[in-house]
């Protein structure tokens, strides 16, 4: 066989695998768009390794299972090129479900209440921002 038809073959099986997965993910239509939720985070600078571990480890394998679930990510703050950046807040977690009512479903669990404390006590202000998106 032809390494180019090798090669589409298996992008072909690995797309036929990886899309009915990512279809399932996203929002039916009378459900209404997925939602995007960002927390900016103050994380004490000498807890910062024991947040990203809980975070790496627990949360997001936790919350990868959740049904809805889309995408999780933690973002560090490297630089504010306009406008302030939110008080103190040097991570923000950036969290994709398919819709608003999954997502209020995933932080009523028991390791949503375990883990999210964790990641809290990893911080200098619990009084942090929730913006809540819907995503286009």
């Given at each position: 066989?032809?390494?180019?038809t090798?090669?589409?073959?298996?992008?072909?099986?690995a797309?036929?695998?990886?899309?009915?997965?990512?279809?399932?993910?996203?929002a039916?239509?009378?459900?209404?768009?997925?939602?995007?939720?960002?927390?900016?985070?103050a994380?004490d600078?000498?807890?910062?390794?024991?947040?990203?571990?809980?975070?790496?480890k627990?949360?997001?394998?936790?919350?990868?299972?959740?049904?809805g679930?889309?995408?999780?990510?933690?973002?560090?703050?490297q630089s504010?090129?306009r406008g302030?950046?939110p008080p103190?807040a040097?991570?923000?977690?950036?969290?994709?479900?398919?819709s608003e009512?999954?997502?209020?479903k995933?932080?009523?669990?028991e390791?949503h209440?375990?883990l999210?404390?964790?990641?809290?006590?990893?911080?200098t202000?619990?009084n942090y921002?929730r913006?809540?998106?819907?995503?286009?």
């Amino acid at each position: 066989m032809k390494r180019r038809t090798c090669l589409q073959v298996m992008l072909a099986a690995a797309g036929g695998a990886v899309m009915p997965a990512i279809a399932d993910t996203l929002a039916s239509p009378d459900q209404g768009r997925p939602i995007q939720l960002h927390v900016d985070l103050a994380v004490d600078p000498a807890k910062e390794e024991e947040m990203l571990d809980i975070f790496e480890k627990s949360f997001r394998p936790a919350a990868a299972q959740q049904p809805g679930f889309i995408d999780l990510r933690m973002l560090k703050l490297q630089s504010t090129l306009r406008g302030p950046a939110p008080p103190g807040a040097n991570y923000q977690l950036a969290l994709t479900f398919a819709s608003e009512e999954l997502r209020q479903k995933w932080i009523s669990t028991e390791i949503h209440k375990k883990l999210w404390p964790a990641i809290e006590n990893t911080l200098t202000s619990k009084n942090y921002s929730r913006l809540l998106y819907e995503v286009y």
